[in-house]
């Protein structure tokens, strides 16, 4: 089974306005050499927990020696296919929303010099 880690990762691809490294994640082979990496793009998670174990994770990546993107070996291209790529989508469903609360009007009455407060 292959393992992942958020390194660092230098790549010379990009133009000169671009920075020169990115948070990527990495993906090893069982045997522990590099196998291929990919950009990092959003972080999602179940909670706010989740998000902020995946974030720690990218801090801790920052420690780690950077690697250099031509240091993964070159990936097979894919075979073609015969027939057509499908997508399947799966969704939750959504809480529904409550009804729509209706709050009392309020008014402003202006203050009349008969309040038995206004003398004491």
Same mark, same amino acid.
């Given at each position: 089974?292959? *393992?992942?880690?958020?390194?660092?990762?230098?790549? /010379?691809?990009?133009? %000169?306005?671009? +920075?020169?490294?990115? $948070?990527?994640?990495? #993906?090893?082979? =069982? =045997?522990?050499? $590099?196998?291929?990496? #990919?950009?990092?793009?959003?972080?999602?998670?179940?909670? !706010?927990?989740?998000?902020? @174990? %995946?974030?720690?994770?990218?801090?801790?990546?920052?420690?780690?020696?950077?690697? =250099? @993107? /031509? =240091? #993964?070996?070159?990936?097979? +291209?894919?075979?073609?296919?015969?027939?057509?790529?499908? #997508? !399947?989508?799966? *969704?939750?469903?959504?809480?529904?929303?409550?009804?729509?609360?209706? *709050?009392?009007?309020?008014?402003v009455v202006p203050k009349t010099g008969n309040d038995e407060t206004e003398g004491k």
């Amino acid at each position: 089974m292959r *393992t992942w880690e958020y390194r660092l990762v230098v790549v /010379n691809l990009y133009g %000169e306005d671009d +920075p020169p490294m990115g $948070l990527h994640k990495v #993906f090893y082979n =069982d =045997d522990g050499s $590099l196998h291929t990496h #990919f950009p990092l793009v959003t972080v999602s998670g179940e909670d !706010a927990a989740a998000i902020l @174990a %995946e974030v720690q994770s990218m801090v801790e990546a920052c420690g780690k020696p950077v690697l =250099d @993107a /031509n =240091d #993964f070996p070159e990936l097979e +291209p894919l075979p073609p296919r015969s027939g057509p790529i499908t #997508f !399947a989508l799966s *969704t939750r469903p959504r809480p529904k929303i409550p009804p729509e609360r209706k *709050t009392p009007e309020l008014r402003v009455v202006p203050k009349t010099g008969n309040d038995e407060t206004e003398g004491k």
